[in-house]
């Protein structure tokens, strides 16, 4: 019985597929333009704000750069503020957290001059200011994921972490910081 079961299963375990964990990058990486991207988008990148406190917006090391956490600004300087679930929609914070995303690429184009030079956007912890109760932290921090695969094709794909916080600072909506692999 034991041999039988074995030579039933074994078959089906070594013939699954062996997929890499990484996902394919664009197969014609270099003919992706994520600056065209952008205008396509219609979105005009605003100037790149300096920290408010004894921080810097970037830290490269080797090819990396570890952008420090932004929060959603919007043009006249304020913030979206307010909890998601309670004072925001999940549609809300999603929009939020796509600002979040034009935030941080106005950071990338200040610090790298042209966007291209962006090899993978390879790590994002998204913070999401809600009550305790509430658990859609992934659909709200989809909004700054989907904006990088807009941008960046496969490059923008990352691995990700979407976490609630009871506050965020000046009670921003959402605040995302984001780790950059970038060409030699």
Excluded at 10 to 32: D, M, Q, R, V
Excluded at 78 to 86: C, H, I, M, N, R
């Amino acid at each position: 019985m034991k041999r039988l079961i074995l030579t039933l299963i074994l078959p089906l375990f070594f013939s699954c597929s062996t997929e890499k964990t990484t996902s394919p990058i664009n197969e014609n990486p270099s003919a992706w333009d994520a600056e065209k991207k952008l205008e396509e988008l219609g979105i005009s990148l605003p100037q790149a704000s300096s920290p408010v406190a004894n921080y810097v917006n970037v830290v490269r090391v080797g090819n990396l750069l570890f952008l420090s956490g932004k929060g959603p600004g919007l043009p006249d300087g304020s913030f979206v503020t307010g909890k998601v679930g309670e004072d925001l929609s999940i549609e809300q914070g999603r929009e939020a957290a796509r600002l979040v995303g034009i935030a941080q690429l106005a950071v990338l184009k200040s610090e790298l001059g042209d966007l291209n030079k962006v090899k993978r956007i390879v790590k994002v912890l998204g913070m999401v200011n809600c009550g305790p109760d509430f658990t859609q932290q992934p659909q709200v921090i989809n909004g700054f994921s989907d904006l990088m695969v807009e941008v960046f094709g496969d490059k923008g794909k990352h691995a990700r972490s979407a976490v609630g916080m009871n506050a965020l600072p000046m009670n921003i909506a959402v605040e995302i910081e984001v780790i950059v692999e970038i060409e030699d």
